[in-house]
């Protein structure tokens, strides 16, 4: 119970600040949190727009189970809880979730934008042509028809892909993005600058699942460009 108090009064003091204030979204959320109306909340529990799971159109309160696909419409944007996972899936993005009833092993990334929340066990990302094995991170991924732009925002992945060496990337807050793209019968994984993701997208989905990111520091968001 004095967990539960204290996370709560944490999230007050989180909505009340500059970090989840304000509208859209991540507002919406974070006073939804703040009341205790989200705690322990699965499938989609925010949706601005359209979308659907396994091709029928989805609400605030659809059920998402491991083996179903999510996607989003145009202009839409939809933010989901599955089991210790949670994700932000943006406009005009389709993913599939597999592995074993209430154990998700592996996200396939068909089109679009997604940010990721992940707790901490192995899990596998496929993206175009790229494999990325995480345990326990924070990712931001956008697939489009020419390459798969990777941040891991913080924690240890291992990145694979068609006649690559594994390329392992350690981060605590997003150092080294990277484009992921096939040159010739290789695919190669080059530096590239931060975008279209935000620190505090990523605090609002690990709250949803009674976590912090680890850029947090007791409690508080140390000040920064992202």
């Known amino acids: 119970m004095r967990e539960s108090t204290a996370r709560r009064a944490w999230l007050q003091r989180l909505a009340a600040s500059a970090v989840l204030a304000g509208g859209g979204i ?3 959320i974070a006073r939804a949190l703040a009341n205790g109306d989200l705690g322990g909340k699965q499938g989609v529990v925010q949706l601005a727009g359209t979308a659907t799971v396994n091709g029928r159109p989805a609400k605030v309160g659809s059920v998402v189970e491991v083996g179903q696909r999510v996607a ?3 202009a839409s944007h939809a933010v989901v809880v599955l089991g210790k996972d949670a994700f932000l ?4 993005t389709s993913v599939e979730t597999r592995g074993v009833p209430g154990a998700l092993s592996e996200l396939l990334v068909g ?7 992940f707790a901490k066990k192995p899990l ?7 494999t990325i094995g995480i345990r326990g991170t924070g990712c931001y991924i956008e697939v489009d028809p020419v ?13 694979q892909g068609p006649g690559m060496a594994d390329k392992l990337v350690k981060t605590t807050h997003h150092e080294m993005p990277l484009l992921l793209r096939e040159d010739g019968s290789a695919m190669k994984a080059d530096r590239a600058g931060f975008r279209n993701h935000t620190d505090v997208e990523l605090i609002m989905l ?7 990111p680890p850029f947090m520091k007791d409690g508080k968001y140390p000040a920064g460009k992202y």
């Open 26 to 28: 991540v507002g919406v």
């Open 72 to 74: 989003t419409g145009p």
């Open 89 to 92: 899936i943006r406009e005009n």
């Open 111 to 117: 089109t679009g934008k997604i940010l990721s929340v």
């Open 124 to 130: 596998s990302i496929r993206a175009a042509n790229a």
């Open 147 to 159: 390459d798969v732009y990777f941040c891991l925002c913080y924690g240890e992945a291992v990145v």
């Open 206 to 212: 690990e709250a949803l699942v009674g976590r912090e």
